[in-house]
């Protein structure tokens, strides 16, 4: 169980355009999703708490208006990256708490999503 | 907020020899602790975690963990590696509150050598 899915695994688009990724918890509830991006041989840094039914809350240096974050239900939640630049090119990793049975806090991640912006 | 310091960036160790992890991390409340494991392009696979109890946590794939408030270190062990280990490894913390958030070492890279 806690098997968390994300699409499409890689995605190459060009400049300017936008990029929407899902991500999806298949065998649970989940009321709290986490986005994260990787730089190459760097660690995960946190970009956003997606909760369901709710506004995202961004970290610190992150624009709200550049990555859209939609959590319209409880298995899925999606990261939308508005008019894409190369810098915008990362490894996108999301995360999923249970809804309930849980109280460790253990986030279960996703595959990740190669994103490319030519 | 929390912190974590994985001070290896790097480690290399020959097959069936044992390999530690070190972590240090720093936190004003008491904290949850994990260590994840990322093969090349794969998303992050939970190794072991300390919520409470013994101190001496043990995960899977024969590694094991060992949490030790006063020096504030919660370093990964096993005691012989195989090929298949050579991958990234993420210590992380995670504040006994509400908000799940997971902070994350800068990581360790583990190359296995024949």
């Known amino acids: 169980g806690a098997v968390v899915s994300q699409h499409p695994s890689w995605v190459i688009c060009k400049s300017g355009t936008s990029v929407k990724i899902e991500c999806r918890s298949l065998d649970f509830q989940a009321t709290t999703m986490f986005w994260y991006r990787q730089f190459p041989k760097q660690s995960l840094m946190l970009m956003a708490t997606s909760n369901e039914g709710s506004k995202a809350t961004y970290e610190q240096g992150v624009e709200k208006d550049k990555f859209l974050i939609n959590h319209a239900s409880l298995t899925l939640s999606t990261l939308t990256v508005t008019s894409a630049h190369p810098e915008d090119s990362s490894f996108y990793i999301c995360?999923?708490?249970?809804?309930?049975?849980?109280?460790?806090?253990?986030?279960?991640f996703g595959p990740g999503t190669r994103l490319t912006v030519l | 907020a929390q912190s974590v310091t994985q001070l290896d960036s790097q480690v290399p160790v020959f097959e069936e020899a044992p390999v530690e992890l070190r972590c240090n991390y720093s936190s004003s409340v008491s904290v949850y602790l994990f260590w994840y494991v990322q093969y090349p392009n794969q998303g992050l696979q939970l190794l072991l975690k300390y919520l409470s109890g013994s101190t001496l946590v043990k995960g899977i794939n024969g590694f094991e963990a060992e949490f030790n408030k006063s020096q504030t270190s919660f370093h990964l062990r096993k005691p012989s590696v195989h090929i298949s280990d050579t991958a990234e490894y993420f210590c992380?913390?995670?504040?006994?509150?509400?908000?799940?958030?997971?902070?994350f070492g800068a990581g360790t890279t583990v190359t296995v050598r024949a």
């Open positions: 995360s999923a708490i249970r809804t309930s049975g849980t109280t460790d806090n253990e986030q279960f």
């Open positions: 992380a913390v995670s504040q006994r509150s509400n908000d799940y958030k997971l902070s």
